[in-house]
């Protein structure tokens, strides 16, 4: 592990995140293993929410797909692996609450929770599964509308 990586991991314990994410994996009865770069992959979440294929806690990756499948894909692990590192700088457990703001910014924007969140940008949109989709037109206000006159 790079010293940045090293960092990454000790801060996520230290701000909770990573043990929030070995307690869901526990009470989901996901398979643990050790991944690359200080990463923990948790394989067969069950849960139905969040919806995703992954989702990250801390610097726990938790897949639905089985073990051995889990984390073989580079580019999505890349995805989560950023995510991990914005629940360190975002000091942990706020991440949740920021990350909520953005998924409904982007939901009022282009109708999909990552195409405008910041967060699914910050760790590539295609690399998670996300549409680039275009934001949804503005209304104007009556004020500025150009009525037709008869």
Known sequence: MT?????????????LSTPLGLAVAAASR????RGPRGLLIAAG???????????TLGNVIL???????????????????RHST????CLGLPFLALYGVAAAWSMLRSGNPGSRNFFERQA??????YVDAPNRPQERPASNRIEAQE
């Open 3 to 15: 010293p940045a990586q090293r960092l990454r991991q000790i801060a996520n314990v230290v701000n």
């Open 124 to 129: 590539g949109l295609a690399a998670g599964g």
């Open 63 to 81: 897949y639905r797909a089985p073990p051995g499948v889990a984390g073989a894909d580079t580019v999505l692990l890349g995805h989560e692996e």
């Open 86 to 89: 914005q629940y360190a700088y």
């Open 30 to 33: 996901s398979t643990l293993s």
């Open 45 to 55: 979440y069950q849960w139905k929410l969040p919806h995703a294929g992954a989702f």
